[in-house]
């Protein structure tokens, strides 16, 4: 499949089959991840696969959300500020979360491709977060993805309205 038809039919799932995920499926998803660009390649990301029942129960209280508990693996896209670059000529702008942006789509694209769901999650409560996966001061969570395989009756996907081109780019 062609980049632009991977993501022309990536769609935010929100309905899975609590059949497992294969391990190989999900280290293929975190291998990509792994090879996203970052600011001087500082990498400052850490993918958190939770799998097990109770962590999962812990995690889902950060977003409590019926359709999110059915699947049956998250990813925890988290960022380091002790590893993330700094832009020091001016404002210090932690580009930390750009990083982790980056690795999150490839996370998106790369479980489409391989014929699995997920959804980007941002509307969480980082503290809860941080408490079930015992995080240390300097990671931060960016990110929530629950990955499974799709329940075709319970989701489908829509035509995604976008903006035409010629109102996003603009050439000077």
């Not at 977003?63 to 002790?82: F, M």
Request: contains cysteine; negative net charge.
């Amino acid at each position: 499949m062609k980049l632009r038809e991977l993501i022309e039919n990536r769609y935010s799932v929100r309905a899975y089959l609590s059949r497992p995920v294969e391990k190989e499926k999900i280290d293929y998803i975190l291998e990509c991840a792994r090879l996203s660009p970052s600011a001087c390649n500082l990498q400052p990301w850490i993918f958190y696969v939770v799998i097990s029942e109770e962590v999962l129960d812990k995690v889902h209280m950060a977003y409590d959300r019926e359709w999110y508990k059915t699947a049956p693996v998250n990813i925890i896209v988290c960022k380091n500020t002790s590893v993330s670059w700094k832009r020091s000529n001016t404002d210090g702008k932690d580009h930390g979360d750009i990083d982790a942006a980056i690795a999150s789509e490839h996370i998106c694209l790369a479980a489409h491709e391989i014929g699995l769901g997920t959804c980007w999650i941002c509307n969480f409560n980082p503290e809860i977060l941080s408490r079930a996966l015992a995080l240390p001061s300097d990671v931060e969570p960016i990110a929530i993805f629950p990955i499974g395989y799709i329940n075709e009756e319970k989701s489908s996907y829509s035509e995604k309205k976008r903006n035409a081109l010629s109102e996003v780019a603009k050439w000077i």
